[in-house]
């Protein structure tokens, strides 16, 4: 790895961290050792990074927010990259032009304070513009899917194109990018639509206190952990087994919603993993329902 790092050196590739504990950079706090981080400063030094990826046959994972994975505790003898520097806006009318590191609850923000209506249902998902994109984030019965127009990407072959909204296959969590892992969003247009600054701002305050209200935001967590199945909801399912307050190690089922499994602040990855997967096996075992994990297991 030493002489990698002084490849992203010489090469000015952008900031370097060693040794970097992945619980600082995830919202569940837990997660093992990753070798090195790394911030590109552009598109052309990420290319550059990748390369240099590629010729050391290294692993690596580009991560936004941390707010929708979980990392084993194990060291991740790789790269980890960060696009934080990726980070421009430009906005024409309704047309958003965002660069994939930027906030998401940040350009909620902006939106509204501008009367741009669309986005109102991220307003309190804490990701990243890629990281929301690649999960096809979404509440209140709206996603990114409803306002993406398009995505440049970088391919396993570290060339730019464009990808469409037809082509990026948004489904409930879902998206071409989670299912195709070599290609990295690099910015994003979106497309909303003019609406009153008031309403938009009532609609965006009412559904704060609601998450405020039912989602125990007061602990580390990574929001929902399984995806509702058609026509219920994952929540009740587990409710109805009673496993509220169900705990492994330093993970529980959050007695406040029971979609909700959070780290009581001394977790482990491993205890979070297995309670999911207890309470996985629970519904399957009661419902013969198979819950789908919404959150992304890396490095197990």
Same mark, same amino acid.
């Given at each position: 790895?030493?002489?990698?790092?002084?490849?992203?050196?010489?090469?000015?590739?952008?900031?370097?961290?060693?040794?970097?504990?992945?619980?600082?950079?995830?919202?569940?706090?837990?997660?093992?050792?990753?070798?090195?981080?790394?911030?590109?400063?552009?598109?052309?030094?990420?290319?550059?990074?990748?390369?240099?990826?590629?010729?050391?046959? +290294?692993?690596?994972?580009?991560?936004?927010?941390?707010?929708?994975?979980?990392?084993?505790?194990? +060291?991740?003898?790789?790269?980890?990259?960060?696009?934080?520097?990726?980070?421009?806006?430009?906005?024409?009318?309704?047309?958003?032009?965002?660069?994939?590191?930027?906030?998401?609850?940040?350009?909620?923000?902006?939106? %509204?304070?501008?009367?741009?209506?669309?986005?109102?249902?991220?307003?309190?998902?804490?990701?990243?513009?890629?990281?929301?994109?690649?999960?096809?984030?979404?509440?209140?019965?709206?996603?990114?899917?409803?306002?993406?127009?398009?995505?440049?990407?970088?391919?396993?072959?570290?060339?730019?194109?464009?990808?469409?909204?037809?082509?990026?296959?948004?489904?409930?969590?879902?998206?071409?990018?989670?299912?195709?892992?070599?290609?990295? %969003?690099?910015?994003?247009?979106?497309?909303?639509?003019?609406?009153?600054?008031?309403?938009?701002?009532?609609?965006?305050?009412?559904?704060?206190?609601?998450?405020?209200?039912?989602?125990?935001?007061?602990?580390?967590?990574?929001?929902?952990?399984?995806?509702?199945?058609?026509?219920?909801?994952?929540?009740?399912?587990?409710?109805?087994?009673?496993?509220?307050?169900?705990?492994?190690?330093?993970? +529980?089922?959050?007695?406040?919603?029971?979609?909700?499994?959070?780290?009581?602040?001394?977790?482990?990855?491993?205890?979070?993993?297995?309670?999911?997967?207890?309470?996985?096996?629970?519904?399957?075992?009661?419902?013969?329902?198979?819950?789908?994990?919404?959150?992304?297991?890396?490095?197990?």
């Amino acid at each position: 790895m030493k002489e990698v790092i002084k490849q992203i050196k010489n090469n000015n590739i952008g900031r370097i961290l060693e040794n970097v504990s992945l619980a600082k950079y995830t919202t569940y706090h837990v997660g093992g050792i990753a070798k090195l981080m790394v911030y590109p400063k552009n598109e052309a030094k990420l290319k550059e990074l990748l390369e240099i990826i590629e010729n050391n046959h +290294l692993k690596y994972k580009v991560l936004g927010n941390g707010s929708n994975v979980l990392f084993s505790d194990n +060291l991740f003898n790789g790269i980890i990259i960060k696009l934080d520097n990726f980070n421009f806006l430009e906005i024409k009318g309704t047309d958003i032009n965002v660069g994939a590191g930027y906030n998401l609850i940040a350009l909620t923000r902006i939106a %509204c304070k501008k009367g741009l209506a669309g986005l109102e249902f991220a307003a309190g998902i804490p990701g990243t513009i890629g990281g929301a994109i690649y999960m096809n984030a979404g509440a209140y019965k709206s996603d990114m899917g409803y306002i993406v127009k398009n995505i440049r990407v970088l391919t396993p072959d570290l060339k730019i194109i464009t990808l469409t909204n037809k082509e990026l296959d948004f489904h409930y969590r879902s998206s071409f990018l989670q299912k195709n892992k070599g290609y990295i %969003c690099l910015s994003a247009n979106i497309k909303l639509y003019k609406g009153q600054k008031e309403a938009i701002e009532a609609v965006t305050k009412e559904r704060k206190k609601r998450r405020l209200e039912s989602q125990p935001l007061e602990y580390p967590s990574a929001g929902s952990v399984f995806r509702n199945p058609p026509d219920m909801f994952a929540g009740k399912l587990i409710e109805d087994l009673n496993l509220k307050g169900k705990t492994i190690g330093g993970a +529980l089922v959050s007695p406040k919603h029971a979609n909700f499994i959070v780290n009581q602040g001394n977790a482990k990855a491993q205890d979070i993993k297995e309670l999911i997967y207890f309470v996985k096996n629970k519904v399957k075992e009661k419902y013969n329902v198979d819950l789908i994990i919404e959150q992304e297991e890396v490095n197990w």
